[in-house]
């Protein structure tokens, strides 16, 4: 993107710098996201195939902080992992009125303390 914007503006006196949302830090390097491993992914698809019959899990990425860009550039592969059901016309994330339903905190709950059980015993 920012070789495109240098080739478009095409004027060694502008210099374009990157900035993210939260001030950014335009030194930050970015890494490779971590393998989708099924000692951490079997697990979760046979939780979710309990708790929620006939619902796929995606993989997906997540856009918000994280401590995930210096976890994963240690070598340490992390992801993001949420057990809670949230109606989608229903989303308060970081709002004024941020909250979730009382049963899918708890569904949540448990969804955690199944996977914690999985993949910590033998």
């Not at 994330?93 to 969804?111: C, L, M, N, P």
Request: glycine residues 8%; hydrophobic residues 35%; negative net charge.
């Amino acid at each position: 993107m920012r070789q495109e914007l240098e080739e478009i503006i095409a004027d060694p006196k502008v210099s374009i710098t990157y900035v993210g949302a939260a001030g950014g830090n335009p030194n930050r390097v970015g890494y490779t996201p971590p393998p989708l491993r099924p000692d951490v992914f079997q697990p979760i698809d046979k939780i979710t195939a309990e708790m929620w019959p006939g619902i796929p899990v995606v993989p997906s990425m997540s856009t918000g902080a994280s401590d995930g860009i210096y976890t994963n550039a240690a070598g340490l592969p992390t992801y993001c992992v949420s057990g809670e059901a949230i109606d989608r016309d229903d989303i308060r994330a970081h709002g004024k009125d941020e909250r979730i339903k009382q049963e899918s905190f708890y569904r949540a709950v448990d969804f955690y303390y199944r996977y914690l059980k999985l993949v910590t015993s033998e």
